[in-house]
């Protein structure tokens, strides 16, 4: 019985101390949208201790999505799954190390999840996986990519099985569906790209982005740049897990909240080598997006401002009531695609205005309090 008592004592210690080892481990927030990108190295590199590290940190970091590379077999992806409250994932079956996806279940509801250019071998060893979602109203596509590895560091666009012409045409084909498939959303292009920002623009992988800084931004580019201690590959030492965003994602990148981030988990193990024989060689990165409709929930001020529109679902008139105490308020009443369909600027004093839904085809609809040029509060609206 002894033997018995001491065996559970010695369980709860160890995990107790898993869990504080993770305690100061913090990324993401309950009022940002957090997208993290990590090669997980042959997940699960050192078998069931590696799921329960993987199983902590992810509690832990606290994202929204997490693209993945590099899982060796669906069942230990979905043990992990399995290990986290309120987790729900994806595995790209046709890979080899394949791609795959977690969120919270929480936030991302119902997303649509599928390979592209599974005919294009040569440019992509393994299909970009694609995440689609809605979230807080609008539509988000996060593309998930693994590009070839290796290379001399030279570009050589006469030899298409050079690898660095392989990343580069994967580029070119990644802007291209962008283009052609969402080319009003906001998009995350994130992974292992297996290539770094900064090197010369003979030898840039990267040139069709970096050539249309209208369109594009690394927001890692500042990583890249800057000391090698904050790199996502330190044993090269090399940055080459990147976040790229359109341009329908930059002004809300400038919020204040937003953020990039290579997080060094390696300092929550006693070295390196510890994190890398029990977890991976690369570094996530992520990005934190305060988005217009989540600024300035955390303000005392904004606990006055509410929103309401009766009767909903509505099949004629429906009024819209706001209380925005004396602050320059607006109406704007989108599409379920976003797009703008109406839009009422209201007085000081104003606390309504009416909406005739008959003029407009039936289906969902999403009506934005904006304030001091804020989108604060967002209702749906169903029209019949």
């Known amino acids: 019985m002894k033997k018995v008592y001491l065996s559970i004592v010695i369980i ?17 927030s309950d009022s940002t949208l957090d997208v993290v990108s990590w090669n997980i190295e042959h997940f699960p590199k050192n078998g069931q201790t590696t799921i329960n590290y993987v199983t902590q940190i992810i509690e832990a970091l606290d994202a929204d999505i997490i693209a993945i590379q590099e ?47 599974t005919s294009k071998s ?56 962008i283009s ?49 201690t ?19 994602l930059f002004d809300e990148y400038e919020n204040p909240g937003s953020g990039v981030e290579c997080i060094r988990l390696d300092d929550y193990f006693s070295s390196w080598s510890a994190y890398d024989n029990n977890v991976s060689d690369h570094r996530p990165v992520g990005v934190k997006i305060k988005t217009n409709s989540s600024l300035g929930v955390d303000d005392k001020q ?30 704007q009443i989108c599409d379920v695609s976003g797009k703008p369909i109406r839009h009422f600027s209201l007085s000081n004093n104003q606390t309504s205005v009416n909406w005739n839904t008959s003029l407009v085809p039936s289906g969902i609809y999403f009506v934005k309090l904006i304030v001091d040029n804020r989108v604060l509060l967002v209702n749906k609206l169903v029209v019949l």
Request: hydrophobic fraction near 35%; proline fraction near 4%.
């Open 302 to 331: 904004n606990q006055l401002v509410s929103l309401l529109n009766y009767p909903n679902p509505a099949s004629g008139l429906t009024t819209i009531s706001i209380s925005a105490q004396n602050r320059i308020a607006s109406i």
């Open 12 to 28: 709860l210690i160890s995990g107790f101390s898993l869990f504080a080892q993770f305690e100061n481990l913090h990324f993401g």
């Open 230 to 248: 904050n790199w996502s590959y330190p044993t090269w030492p090399s940055h080459l897990d990147h976040i790229l965003i359109t341009d329908e």
């Open 180 to 228: 052609d498939s969402h080319p009003n959303d906001k998009v995350f292009v994130v992974g292992d790209m297996n290539d770094e920002l900064t090197n010369s623009y003979s030898n840039n992988v990267f040139r069709v982005f970096i050539d249309d800084p209208e369109k594009y931004d690394f927001v890692d580019m500042g990583i890249a740049e800057g000391s090698s």
């Open 122 to 177: 040569r440019e992509f060893p393994r299909s970009p996986l694609v995440l689609e979602v809605d979230y807080q109203y609008e539509h988000i596509v996060v593309i998930n990519n693994h590009l070839k590895c290796c290379g001399d560091g030279s570009l050589d666009i006469n030899d298409e099985w050079d690898e660095e012409t392989r990343r580069y045409d994967a580029c070119n084909l990644l802007d291209e569906y």
């Open 71 to 117: 899982i060796s077999d669906e069942s230990y992806l979905n043990e992990l799954i399995e290990n986290l409250d309120g987790w729900d994932g994806y595995y790209a079956y046709s890979q080899y190390v394949a791609l795959g996806y977690l969120y919270k279940t929480s936030v991302i509801e119902d997303p649509d999840i599928f390979e592209i250019y």
